[in-house]
């Protein structure tokens, strides 16, 4: 729902998360943000384009150039790496901060650990999708550069990820 930068509050509703971070958690977020994107679809293509520029020079007349070969099979593996080393990087920025709550509410999304607190009001962000096992908040940048990913394994109980939806739903849209 489009409220114009307003932060709508629904009193007295919320739904809290408890959780310790993991990468899985980063990923899932930076492969939703990839495929919000289509990130996933350019990566794909260059990973297929040097797979296969690496394969016509195995079986080229003349026999293959290894240094070719391998450089090909490199770019395809450091393109496929790139979203696991940033994960790895996310990881250690908040991986030693312990155990997260987030709290979601109709003015927007907190998250407390015993280091820190942000909160994160509607208006910044464009919408969320969820998967399996996440919900994953993107930001209004061009770039989706923030991202805030909450584990459905942090919920208290089963009937909060209807109360999580509902939440959502009121404020922002479903990519």
């Not at 919920?155 to 959502?168: G, K, M, S, T, Y």
Request: a positive charge; one cysteine or more; glycine letters at 10%.
């Amino acid at each position: 729902m489009d409220h114009q930068g307003r932060d709508i509050s629904q009193a007295g509703e919320s739904v809290e998360l408890t959780y310790r971070p993991a990468r899985g958690d980063v990923l899932a977020g930076f492969r939703v943000r990839d495929r919000v994107r289509r990130l996933h679809v350019l990566r794909g293509a260059v990973m297929t384009l040097f797979a296969g520029f690496g394969l016509l020079l195995l079986v080229a007349p003349g026999g293959p150039p290894a240094g070719n070969v391998l450089l090909c099979a490199l770019i395809v593996l450091f393109v496929w790496a790139v979203p696991h080393v940033q994960a790895h990087h996310v990881m250690r920025v908040v991986g030693w901060q312990g155990e997260y709550r987030a709290t979601v509410t109709g003015a927007g999304v907190t998250a407390a650990t015993e280091h820190a607190t942000l909160t994160v009001r509607w208006s910044l962000l464009r919408g969320y999708r969820e998967t399996r096992d996440h919900v994953v908040l993107l930001s209004r940048d061009p770039g989706i550069l923030c991202l805030e990913v909450l584990p459905k394994r942090g919920l208290a109980a089963p009937d909060d990820l209807d109360r999580l939806r509902d939440i959502l739903d009121r404020n922002l849209r479903r990519l």
